[in-house]
């Protein structure tokens, strides 16, 4: 019954955070300071990307990458901002199924290791029972050849 419900929550979760990435966007457009250290990391993107593109195609890589202006630079890190947070999330909520899926394994496994335990323990009072019956017949089987002989040695003096 857990299984299905975090499932769902962290599917809930991944969709829930969508609009917040769109609200850190907009934030990232608005803030002035913020604003200024977005454009740094969307110039450096859209240089590695550029640089990226150039060589899967067979361009040359030595040229000079134009600078995106500042309203593109801001949307392009507005982005990568909101991808980032959605990645973020999802990395996250893959990271809690994992390990969630790890402890479940591991009590599996403990049950397991119990269960064998009982089993061994079992086969232990087993055998203890065996070797006690085992010893009780052989002194049954000599105190019936005692009777025995005695008996026969009787009836032999008769």
């Keep these: ?30 803030n002035p300071k913020f604003r200024t250290s977005i454009i740094g990391i969307a110039q450096a993107n859209h240089r590695l990307t550029t640089t990226l593109q150039r060589r899967i195609y067979g361009h040359a ?9 500042e309203e593109r630079a801001v949307q392009v890190a507005g982005d990568l901002i909101g991808e980032l947070f959605v990645f973020t999330v999802a990395c996250g909520a893959l990271i809690f199924e994992v390990q969630r899926s790890a402890r479940s394994e591991a009590k599996r496994e403990e ?11 079992r086969d ?13 017949l052989e002194e049954l089987e000599k105190a019936i050849k005692g009777k025995t002989l005695t008996s ?3 009836n032999y003096v008769k």
């Excluded at 890589?61 to 202006?69: G, M, Q, S």
């Excluded at 232990?124 to 009780?136: V, Y």
């Design 1 to 30: 019954m857990s299984l299905p419900l975090m499932k769902l929550g962290t599917l809930a979760l991944r969709t829930l955070s969508k609009p917040i990435a769109s609200r850190l966007k907009k934030e990232a457009a608005i």
């Design 111 to 121: 049950i397991r290791k119990q269960e064998i335990e009982i089993m061994r323990q």
């Design 61 to 69: 890589t030595d040229v000079e990458i134009r600078p995106l202006n």
């Design 124 to 136: 232990e009072d087993i055998a203890k029972q065996m070797e006690f019956l085992m010893k009780k």
């Design 152 to 154: 026969s040695q009787t």
